[in-house]
């Protein structure tokens, strides 16, 4: 692999973010995940209460205190000790913040990749390329029609934040017994599959021609 493209030529992200990824979900800087889950659980939970453009102008007004706040305390303390240090957020202002062609590139060679692939799926299982497939993705929009009446996307949005952030550091702490149990669980569907697939005419793997 070289430069975030695979053997076939596909766009990847680059290296170092998927293993800052994982280290903010395995909680390898407490610190760090910590500040993240809660800031973003925090914003979840203030649109659940407010739109998002009151969030937003709450989160931008509470930034500009801060900032202006701290602007004009350093202006009269420099007034005071009659010091020449210059902006406060000097450092911050003289960096580039500005993306890359390179980087805009490489991350939108890779989400083509991902949009053309999920179409390419979609169309597979919408025209019944394969039979069983195409039940099975059938039985998952018919669980979502469920899952829809009873949570509304933000909550969804919370709850996969909260798993995202709980499920990895559980899954490596019983990582043998979870994976045990999702063997055998792994098995008896596998087992079910070819029991209704033998008994059921027609529906073992058709592919369409």
Not at 83 to 103: I, N, W
Not at 168 to 188: L, S
Request: aromatic share 10%; hydrophobic share 45%.
């Amino acid at each position: 692999m070289e430069n975030g493209k695979t053997e076939n030529g596909d766009s990847q992200p680059p290296p170092q973010w998927k293993d800052k990824v994982v280290e903010l979900l395995y909680w390898r800087d407490v610190k760090t995940s910590g500040v993240v889950f809660g800031a973003s659980l925090s914003l979840l939970l203030s649109l659940t209460l407010c739109s998002i453009v009151s969030v937003s102008s709450y989160i931008g007004l509470a930034l500009l205190s801060v900032t202006i706040c701290f602007r004009i305390y350093k202006g009269i303390l420099q007034a005071i000790q009659k010091s020449d240090e210059g902006h406060p957020f000097k450092l911050y202002l003289d960096q580039d913040v500005a993306l890359s062609e390179e980087t805009v590139h490489k991350y939108s060679d890779c989400l083509l990749v991902r949009f053309n692939t999920t179409v390419t799926e979609l169309r597979r299982l919408f025209l019944v390329e394969d039979l069983v497939d195409s039940l099975k993705f059938a039985v998952l929009m018919w669980i979502l029609t469920y899952v829809g009446a009873l949570f509304n996307g933000l909550t969804l949005f919370i709850l996969g934040l909260v798993g995202m952030f709980s499920c990895p550091i559980v899954y490596e702490k019983y990582k043998v017994q979870i994976d045990h149990y999702v063997g055998m669980a792994n098995k008896q569907v596998k087992d079910i599959i070819a029991t209704v697939q033998a008994k059921v005419p027609g529906l073992k793997r058709v592919k369409a021609e």
